[in-house]
């Protein structure tokens, strides 16, 4: 593993962003960012389900990144907007796909989605080079950014994967569930939940033999969420077991993409456990870098309408090539 010791990543000079909470508060919820022109797709799954994608080509390139967003998160959050267009502007063509339940259309099955879903990842990607893309480069989100990992450390990626790359993103889930049971963290939390508590309230109208409406209406945390519909519904025998197989740590020596994690040491999401510098991770393959500041998803820059994340995200593909 190559641990980048000095990050290039400065927060403007200003103490609000150095603080962890408004460094993640402010790029998330307070600015905006225009929503790409991209072109919807609704792609049909094998087991009868579907995802949303959306699109934004160019027509001269065959290289594309892919992008996916973070918990409760969808295509267009902000985030997401600023990544696809920073690299558009730079003549790559964006795919940014939401996974199951997200995007603004509930999905047909009694599943969701989950941290180790990585068929999903595997049938977007596979789609990508079925429209005739060459050079694939993965960025990941938070939750994504989980995703984005297990699909590489899991299977035999396409060639033409050529890079991942991931920003705020737990890798020992079973150890970053403290995380959320901090006080400081019950503003995220509760949002996460009333979002949750909704598709879990119209999946009972779908599939009322699985979707017990008491249970959905009660949840007030993960432990429950994870507990009552997440472990059982995917066949996990408790969320610990869940928590657990589905913790990118456990398979970064597997990855033989070329790839690199950020994770910022303030970021009010993550535990001690989830920085790598603390492990003995032998893939040369994999770059971690550890900003002293930047919060969650945030990574916010003076006088700039991007984030560093964009950024470094394409200063790295361009490192590789």
């Known amino acids: 593993m190559h641990f980048i010791e000095k990050s290039g990543y400065q927060p403007p000079n200003n103490f609000i962003f150095k603080n962890a909470h408004l460094s993640t508060i402010i790029p998330g919820a307070i600015k905006k960012y225009p929503v790409p022109p991209y072109s919807r797709e609704k792609l049909e799954l094998p087991d009868g389900d579907f995802l949303l994608l959306d699109w934004w080509i160019n027509d001269s390139t065959d290289s594309i990144v892919i992008i996916s967003h973070g918990l409760e998160g969808h295509s267009r959050r902000t985030y997401i907007n600023s990544c696809a267009d920073y690299f558009h502007k730079f003549g790559y063509s964006v795919l940014a796909w939401n996974q199951r339940s997200c995007g603004g259309e ?4 009694p599943k969701l989605y989950h941290m180790g879903l990585i068929d999903d990842l595997k049938c977007v990607v596979n789609q990508a080079i079925y429209s005739g893309f060459k050079k694939i480069h993965l960025i990941g989100y938070s939750m994504g950014g989980i995703v984005t990992l297990n699909y590489a450390g899991k299977i035999n990626v396409p060639q033409e994967v050529k890079s991942c790359i991931t920003f705020s993103t737990p890798l020992n889930v079973l150890q970053n569930v403290k995380a959320f049971k901090k006080t400081s963290n019950f503003f995220y939390l509760h949002n996460f939940m009333v979002d949750f508590k909704k598709k879990l309230i119209f999946k009972h109208s779908q599939y009322p033999d699985i979707f017990n409406i008491k249970q959905a209406k009660s949840i007030k945390s993960f432990d429950d969420l994870d507990s009552f519909f997440t472990a059982p519904i995917y066949g996990f025998a408790n969320k610990e077991e869940y ?3 589905v913790s990118p740590l456990f398979v970064l020596n597997n990855i033989k993409t070329p790839t690199l994690i950020v994770n910022a040491e303030n970021d009010p999401f993550l535990t001690e456990e989830n920085y790598l510098d603390r492990y003995e991770i032998s893939n040369p393959n994999i770059y971690f870098e550890k900003p002293k500041y930047g919060g969650h998803v945030g990574f916010p820059l003076h006088n700039s309408k991007f984030s560093w994340a ?3 995200a394409k ?3 361009d ?3």
């Open 315 to 317: 200063e790295f593909i």
């Open 310 to 312: 964009e950024i470094r």
């Open 243 to 245: 928590y657990l197989k």
């Open 319 to 321: 490192s590789i090539l």
């Open 106 to 109: 509930i999905n047909r099955l």
